[in-house]
C-alpha cells in the first residue's frame, strides 16, 4: 500500500511569494489533515477535510493561507503572500476512519519544509 | 479542550537501559491518547494508542505505555533502548467523538549512546 505522498519536499522562497504545497492520501481514506510543525514544537492541525467538505479550519490563517481538496482526493495548501513566520515543515496525513478519525490512525507523508528569507 | 504536557525537551539514555518519555494529558472528556516518533526528514509513525480498552496498551518496536486516569498520565516505556530509537517522539491526545482532532506535545527528541 503506497504512503501518503507529498511535493515538493524542500522549497525556499522569499517573504510575499506565493507558494502550493501538494498532497495525495492513501487511496480510500476520507479524512485528510494538514499539519504546521515549527522547528522544536509538535505539529499543529491547520484544516481536516472529511472527503472534500471542511470540517475543521479554526486554526488556518485564513488572511494567507487557504487549501481545497478536489473531489474528495487530492489536496493543495496555499500560502500567499508567506511571511518569516510560515518557515515550517507542513504535514499532511489521512485516516479511513470515516468518522474523522477518531481513535483511528492517522497516516502521515514525509512533509514539506518551507524556508521563508 | 484537551492538551498534552511532554516533560523534558531531551532524554539521554545509554544502550541497553530503560527508556522512559512523560506525558500528561488534560481533557475535558475520556480521551484517547497516542505515541508517534519521527525520524529524521520523515513522517510521524504511529507507535500505540489507548481507545478506553486495555489501560496497558503494548506498541511497535518494544514500546509500551500505561494509562493512568488518575495521574492523568501516559507515560512510554521500553525496557532497553536501541541506537534506532533515538528520534523525536510525540505525545497526542484527541477526544472520543466524532471528528475530534489530534492536539500534540511539543515532542521528545531521545538520544542513545553506545
Known amino acids: 500500500e503506497a504512503g501518503v505522498a507529498q511535493s515538493p519536499r524542500y522549497k525556499i522562497i522569499e517573504k510575499r511569494q506565493s507558494v502550493a504545497f501538494w498532497c495525495n492520501p492513501i487511496?480510500?481514506?476520507?479524512?485528510l489533515y494538514w499539519y504546521q510543525q515549527i522547528l522544536g514544537q509538535g505539529p499543529k492541525l491547520l484544516i481536516q477535510?472529511?472527503?472534500?467538505?471542511?470540517?475543521?479550519d479554526s486554526q488556518l490563517p485564513k488572511d494567507r493561507f487557504s487549501a481545497e481538496r478536489l473531489k474528495g482526493v487530492d489536496s493543495t495548501l496555499k500560502i500567499q503572500p508567506a511571511k518569516l513566520e510560515d518557515s515550517a515543515v507542513y504535514l499532511c496525513?489521512?485516516?479511513?476512519?470515516?468518522?474523522?478519525?477518531?481513535?483511528?490512525?492517522?497516516?502521515f507523508g514525509p512533509g514539506t519544509r518551507l524556508t521563508v528569507l | 479542550a484537551q492538551s498534552v504536557t511532554q516533560l523534558g525537551s531531551h532524554v539521554s539514555v545509554s544502550e541497553g537501559a530503560l527508556v522512559l518519555l512523560r506525558c500528561n494529558y488534560s481533557?475535558?472528556?475520556?480521551?484517547?491518547l497516542f505515541w508517534y516518533v519521527q525520524y529524521p526528514n520523515q513522517g510521524l509513525q504511529l507507535l500505540l494508542k489507548?481507545?478506553?480498552?486495555?489501560?496497558l496498551v503494548k506498541g511497535i518496536n518494544g514500546f509500551e505505555a500505561e494509562f493512568k486516569k488518575s495521574e492523568t498520565s501516559f507515560h512510554l516505556t521500553k525496557p532497553s533502548a536501541h541506537m534506532s530509537d533515538a528520534a523525536e517522539y510525540f505525545c497526542?491526545?484527541?477526544?472520543?467523538?466524532?471528528?475530534?482532532?489530534?492536539?500534540f506535545g511539543k515532542g521528545t527528541m531521545l538520544l542513545v549512546s553506545p
Open positions: 496525513a489521512s485516516s479511513s476512519r470515516t468518522s474523522g478519525g477518531v481513535g483511528g490512525e492517522q497516516f
Open positions: 487511496s480510500g481514506h476520507a479524512t
Open positions: 489507548y481507545t478506553s480498552a486495555a489501560t
Open positions: 497526542a491526545v484527541s477526544g472520543n467523538s466524532g471528528y475530534s482532532t489530534l492536539t
Open positions: 477535510f472529511q472527503n472534500n467538505g471542511v470540517v475543521d
Open positions: 481533557s475535558s472528556v475520556p480521551p484517547y
